[in-house]
Nanobody
Framework: QVQMVESGGGLVQTGGSLRLSCTVS????????MAWFRQAPGKEREGISV????????DYSDSVKGRFTISRDNAKNTLFLQMNNLKPDDTAMYYC????????????????????WGQGTQVTVSS
């Protein structure tokens, strides 16, 4: 059974930083491309970053590029998202997602592209 557990969310002031983690079990972690999505109340789930199986390739949405960094530790089956210079618009539930194999640059932003999901961790940025 696949389990994906996010942690590291919380309340932070504008300009602050958080580091999210996603610990994965039940699948061969380094066979999967991994991504972070977020969803604010009343909005669609948004793909914000993706990383390839071997961490060679990454991609970001324009909304977080230059502020967020995705990484992974395949030895520890863990995905990370370092979030710096946080803004109130970053307030959302953050989810990790997994897809077997390579990711496609024109597809990874869509939730249906991914097979497995965590339950989410809340990030709230106060102004």
């Amino acid at each position: 059974q696949v389990q994906m557990v996010e942690s590291g969310g919380g309340l932070v002031q504008t300009g602050g930083s958080l580091r999210l983690s996603c610990t994965v079990s039940g699948l061969t972690f380094d066979d999967y491309a991994m991504a972070w999505f977020r969803q604010a109340p009343g909005k669609e789930r948004e793909g914000i970053s993706v990383i390839s199986r071997g961490a060679i390739a990454t991609d970001y949405s324009d909304s977080v590029k230059g502020r967020f960094t995705i990484s992974r530790d395949n030895a520890k089956n863990t995905l990370f998202l370092q979030m710096n210079n946080l803004k109130p618009d970053d307030t959302a539930m953050y989810y990790c997602a997994a897809r077997a194999g390579a990711y496609q640059s024109n597809s990874w932003r869509y939730p249906q592209y991914f097979s497995y999901w965590g339950q989410g961790t809340q990030v709230t940025v106060s102004s």
